[in-house]
């Protein structure tokens, strides 16, 4: 049995047996509360309730998400483990949004610590789900702030769509409809295939009023309930900078919305799902152990990297806040976190 992670946090489940439960869940998130738990004997197994990101036991144990909570708090950066980090990692992905930049403010020390890095050897990627820009597009945006980054490390959503559909031998004669930016149409038009919607729909018209105007292509809005339709999402994240202060809606609000119309789930492509990681690593043959995963979302670039058996960093330069990671609440932890990604490098200074 299958159970999707959004069923994970919604639904009631009644567990047979605490140590056998990792191939029901694969989210980082369930296996983090099956490997707290201690050893129980049948006759002590209880019935759990998961309702959104609450957990309960019974009656006469403990609440267990402080349990879950305490064990695997996450570490400050340190001058030591900082070191021993960089000792053991040879690749590091970067989310960044929130971690090299803010809207188009590079954020402190990131120019320097990218270059020393490299400088040791390190291999660098940079994983990110702004499907608005192709990696040609991100790597103009890279170069623009004045980071030394080629096309070729650069892995966005929008070309995880893209290798989606040729990976999956989706024909070449079918046309693809994109709800998005000019940065789809570009990784799609790579991959050999033949797009239409995307921003010349923001032209259109919506007004809800008495003898409103609807303009809208029938044949799009039909396909999606269609049963051989493909709804790909090329991320879920709910907000993002489009400045160094602000947070709008990002790409997930546009999706729940489709979600709930058509009362259909998407494919997921770009961070937490293992699509664009297992990508990655049939490309580069990188020992998932020697990853570090950097980013400033628990829910996206953490997950993603310890659902791979990467080390996880979360810098609270961006969405994160300390005391957001330190909700008894959370149960998505990351390695270690720190303050800005330059930290890695300025701590092992001192
Ligand atoms: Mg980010």
């Known amino acids: 049995m299958i159970i999707s992670r959004a069923a994970t946090l919604r639904g009631k489940f009644v567990l047979p047996k605490w140590k056998k439960p990792a191939r029901l869940l694969s989210s980082t998130f369930c296996r983090t509360i099956f490997m707290s738990r201690p050893a129980m004997s049948m006759a002590e197994e209880k019935e759990v309730k998961i309702t959104g990101?609450?957990?309960r036991g019974t009656e006469d144990e403990p609440?267990?998400?402080?349990?879950?909570?305490?064990?695997?708090?996450?570490?400050?950066?340190?001058?030591?483990?900082?070191?021993?980090?960089?000792?053991?990692?040879?690749?590091?992905l970067f989310d960044c949004d929130g971690v090299l930049w803010k809207g188009n403010n590079l954020i402190d020390g990131v120019p320097e610590a990218l270059e020393a890095l490299r400088s040791m050897g390190k291999k660098l990627l940079f994983v990110t789900n702004d499907s608005t820009k192709s990696r040609r597009q991100s790597a103009h945006k890279f170069h623009a702030l004045g980071l030394d980054?080629?096309?070729?490390?650069?892995?966005?959503?929008?070309?995880?769509?893209?290798?989606?559909?040729?990976?999956?031998?989706?024909?070449?004669?079918?046309?693809?409809y994109v709800i998005g930016e000019e940065g789809i149409l570009e990784e799609l038009e790579l991959a050999g295939y033949t797009s239409i919607g995307g921003p010349e729909d923001g032209k259109k018209t919506i007004q809800l009023r008495p003898n409103f105007l609807f303009e809208h292509d029938k044949n799009v809005c039909y396909?999606?309930?269609?049963?051989?339709?493909?709804?790909?999402?090329?991320?879920?994240?709910?907000?993002?900078?489009?400045?160094?202060?602000?947070?709008?809606?990002?790409?997930?609000?546009?999706?729940?919305?489709?979600?709930?119309?058509?009362?259909?789930?998407?494919?997921?492509?770009g961070k937490p799902s293992t699509f664009m990681m297992d990508f990655l690593l049939e490309r580069y043959q990188i020992?998932?152990?020697?990853?570090?995963?950097?980013?400033?979302?628990?829910?996206?670039?953490?997950?993603?990297?310890?659902?791979?058996?990467?080390?996880?960093?979360?810098?609270?330069?961006?969405?994160?806040?300390l005391s957001r990671l330190m909700d008894p609440l959370n149960s998505i932890q990351p390695d270690y976190y720190t303050d800005i990604v330059s930290d890695i490098i300025s701590l092992c200074a001192e």
């Open 223 to 269: 396909s999606l309930y269609l049963p051989g339709c493909l709804f790909i999402a090329t991320n879920r994240d709910t907000v993002g900078h489009f400045t160094g202060v602000q947070e709008w809606p990002a790409a997930g609000c546009m999706v729940a919305a489709i979600c709930e119309s058509v009362q259909k789930e998407p494919i997921i492509v």
């Open 63 to 92: 609440l267990f998400e402080n349990r879950v909570a305490k064990s695997h708090l996450p570490r400050a950066l340190t001058s030591e483990n900082a070191i021993d980090l960089l000792r053991s990692i040879d690749a590091f």
């Open 149 to 176: 980054v080629r096309q070729e490390e650069i892995f966005s959503s929008s070309f995880a769509a893209a290798m989606y559909l040729k990976l999956n031998n989706f024909p070449h004669d079918k046309k693809v």
């Open 53 to 55: 990101l609450h957990l």
């Open 287 to 321: 020992d998932t152990s020697k990853m570090c995963m950097i980013g400033d979302r628990l829910d996206t670039d953490i997950l993603f990297g310890k659902n791979a058996g990467c080390k996880t960093l979360l810098v609270l330069s961006g969405h994160t806040t």
